[in-house]
T-cell receptor
Framework: GENVEQHPSTLSVQEGDSAVIKCTYS??????FPWYKQELGKRPQLIID?????GEKKDQRIAVTLNKTAKHFSLHITETQPEDSAVYFC???????????FGGGTRLMVKP | GAVVSQHPSRVICKSGTSVKIECRSL??????MFWYRQFPKQSLMLMAT?????????EQGVEKDKFLINHASLTLSTLTVTSAHPEDSSFYIC????????????FGPGTRLTVT
């Protein structure tokens, strides 16, 4: 089955700096890669996703890149703000709406 | 966006009792729902895929007789934790797939189960 590794497990940045979280996956059949933000005790919230036919996608301060050959994808957050502090999860799936295999999560702390 | 609800949001039960958790898609039909479990400070792990009108598909290591799943309608799936033990204490989150419009997956708010 699919295995998703995520690094780092914790990340502390100063407000205004950029944050980068990286994930690798094992199953070449995976074609859908969403990123979720989860606050304590709450449901995961989809913040951005990318499909395998695209190498990069951007939405305001958030961008995701995908290297299908190397089987890795990354989340980039620019101009970080304290409200970006949360746990971020990457995930992989064969297609949108299918079962998700999650990475281990990254606790992002943005210091004011 | 589409709304998925879970009930209850929190439940405390004694060891040996059973607990039922409901997952509802409020404004769309979901032929498929997924059940995930999340231990404190850990990731979400898929437990099973719930299919309307048929038996659930369980992931390796998940006991189907302990975690009973029933998907009796296009808007409701239930997870029953039978003979609960303290190690079953966890955050249980469902998600539902909207197959009629976008094939997106929407998460419920989660149920915090504490077994004493």
């Amino acid at each position: 089955g699919e295995n998703v590794e995520q690094h780092p497990s914790t990340l502390s940045v100063q407000e205004g700096d950029s944050a980068v979280i990286k994930c690798t996956y094992s199953d070449s059949a995976s074609n859908y890669f969403p990123w979720y933000k989860q606050e304590l005790g709450k449901r995961p919230q989809l913040i951005i996703d990318i499909r395998s036919n695209v190498g990069e996608k951007k939405d305001q301060r958030i961008a995701v890149t995908l290297n299908k050959t190397a089987k890795h994808f990354s989340l980039h957050i620019t101009e970080t703000q304290p409200e970006d502090s949360a746990v971020y999860f990457c995930a992989a799936s064969m297609y949108a709406g299918n079962m998700l295999t999650f990475g281990g999560g990254t606790r992002l702390m943005v210091k004011p | 966006g589409a709304v998925v609800s879970q009930h209850p949001s929190r439940v405390i039960c004694k060891s040996g009792t059973s607990v039922k958790i409901e997952c509802r898609s409020l404004d769309f039909q979901a032929t498929t729902m997924f059940w995930y479990r999340q231990f404190p400070k850990q990731s979400l792990m898929l437990m099973a895929t719930s299919n309307e009108g048929s038996k659930a598909t369980y992931e390796q290591g998940v006991e189907k007789d302990k975690f009973l799943i029933n998907h009796a309608s296009l808007t409701l799936s239930t997870l029953t934790v039978t003979s609960a033990h303290p190690e079953d204490s966890s955050f249980y989150i469902c998600s539902a797939r909207d197959t009629t419009t976008s094939y997106e997956q929407y998460f419920g708010p989660g149920t915090r189960l504490t077994v004493t």
